[in-house]
């Protein structure tokens, strides 16, 4: 069974430009996470989507977005970059079996974002 | 946003050695999880923790959900050079992913 996959593995932006991010669950979850990991601030949590649905949010401004499709795929956006959105962006995924349940997450390798 | 609080920040160790690192929050979880991430790659999973006193294994690594619910700690057996990485741990006091707080991780370093 393949991974969690994302892509691109590595990004350079400038300030100012919006970036799309992209993952692909393993086959069969239904529950996408996005997360920001920076050397200051570890690993935060960004949303999770569930049936297309985001079903939780972190505290994150609203230049961060993002959406699932119909085959759980998910992306993730962020607009008018700044300096401080440089960071690794992991996906992880899960079949819930319970709404809300903590069930195992597995993660995708990331994408790293350098933003000039 | 909230954190918890993991220690040590870093370790080096021989070869043979034992290790423990542990995780306290001032919230009550219901849920522990500890994470292993090498570089280039995401975390993964090694042990989830659902019931305070809670005590499992996997393979050489133990971990532990506090009877506080509050707090968490990992042991490692035996260490060998694969261990080398950052051990995360992470708490769930929500029931859903979207309340998961990570710990800022511990990294492990093991001398031949």
């Known amino acids: 069974k393949a991974g969690v996959t994302q892509t691109p593995r590595y990004l350079i932006k400038t300030r100012g430009q919006q970036v799309t991010l992209s993952c692909s669950p393993i086959?069969?979850?239904?529950?996408v996470s996005w997360y920001q990991q920076t050397p200051g601030q570890g690993l935060q949590f960004l949303f999770e989507?569930?049936?297309?649905?985001?079903?939780n949010k972190g505290n994150f401004p609203g230049r961060f977005s993002g959406r699932q499709f119909s085959n759980s795929r998910s992306e993730m956006n962020v607009s008018t970059l700044e300096l401080g959105d440089s960071a690794l962006y992991l996906c992880?995924?899960?079949?819930?079996?319970?709404?809300?349940?903590?069930?195992?997450?597995?993660f995708g390798p990331g994408t790293r974002l350098t933003v000039l | 946003g909230q954190q918890l609080n993991q220690s040590p920040q870093s370790m080096f160790i021989q070869e043979g050695e034992d290790v423990s690192m542990n995780c306290t929050s001032s919230?009550?979880?219901?849920?522990w999880l500890w994470y292993k991430q090498d570089p280039g790659e995401g975390p993964v999973l090694l042990i989830a923790?659902?019931?305070?006193?809670e005590l499992t294994s996997n393979g050489r690594l133990t971990a532990q959900f506090g009877i506080t619910r509050k707090d968490s700690f990992l042991n490692i057996s035996a260490s060998i050079p694969s261990d080398v990485g950052i051990y995360f741990c992470?708490?769930?006091?929500?029931?859903?992913?979207?309340?998961?707080?990570f710990g800022k991780g511990t990294k492990l370093s093991v001398k031949p």
């Open positions: 989507y569930f049936s297309e649905t985001q079903r």
């Open positions: 992880a995924s899960s079949w819930p079996l319970l709404a809300g349940s903590t069930d195992t997450q597995y």
């Open positions: 086959s069969g979850h239904r529950s």
């Open positions: 919230s009550i979880f219901n849920t």
């Open positions: 923790l659902y019931k305070a006193g």
């Open positions: 992470a708490g769930n006091y929500g029931g859903s992913q979207g309340n998961l707080i």
